[in-house]
């Protein structure tokens, strides 16, 4: 197969999934604040796993709610071939006709369920992942036709995902597996108190102000039991009040890119948490 290669540095993998709120500015402009050693990777919002791939861990534990999402990086790890040779594919047939017929598909098999899941990420709006009431994938083809792409480095991304625990879960077990000398990454969706942000029209049914509390005082105890904690969030002063008797915050610039429209695009800035 073509795409026998390995190009893993020290910059790490790049991430083979957009994912909307994703880190990989994070990854790129602040990693001298994480731990250059440490046992076991906790990450409980997995997404696109832009901190994973940048730091390469030799054992993770990867989760998320989001079951096609795990069912893809299960795929690649146990073998990345099938999936690869039906992205190619689709990358041949895309069309706006094959995408939406690709949408309307619910395949069972884990490979088909992985290649269905990049394909439509890689060509719908903005990389969005949207469901409707009933669970079904429902944004619209965007303007992107590669589905192949040249820095796509399969092998390398099976070989770290093989390293890892992939689990469908809430956060608060995960989290609360971390102990003296792990480091939890938590990159949550950002629903703030009075729910006054712009996140919240995508996440407002999936994580409420109850959740983030969760989270906090889950953090709470990992560090108590001795791990490094970073928790990206909304740069609010409901976040801050949260978090600040019991953490360090760094208010970090980035570039939002979540409008579709390059107009409506520019600086904001989110919080890094950490202790």
Known sequence: ???????????????????????RWLADTCLDLFPSKFNTYYEPFLGGGAMFFRLLPTQAVLADMNRELIDTYMAIAENYQPVYRRIK????LHSEE??????????????????????LNRT?????????RNGQFNVPIGTKTSVVMENDDWPA???????????????????????????VFADPPYTVKHNNNGFVKYNE??????????????LVRAKERGATVFCTNADHHSIWELYQSDFTITRVDRSSVISGSAAYRGATSELLIHA
């Open 89 to 92: 594919k689709f990358h041949e």
């Open 1 to 23: 197969m073509p795409i026998e290669k390995n190009n893993t540095a020290a910059n790490g993998i790049t991430p083979f999934l957009k994912w909307a709120g994703g880190k």
């Open 157 to 183: 991304v099976s070989a770290a995902l093989q390293k890892a625990s992939l689990i469908v879960s809430d956060f608060e077990p995960i989290v609360d597996r971390a102990s003296k000398g792990d480091l």
């Open 98 to 119: 094959h995408y939406y017929a690709i949408r309307a598909e619910a395949p069972r098999k884990q490979h088909d369920v992985a290649a269905r899941f990049i394909y």
């Open 124 to 132: 719908c709006w903005n990389g969005l992942y949207r469901v409707n």
């Open 205 to 218: 049914t999936i994580f409420a102000w109850q959740d983030q509390i969760r989270l906090r005082d889950a």
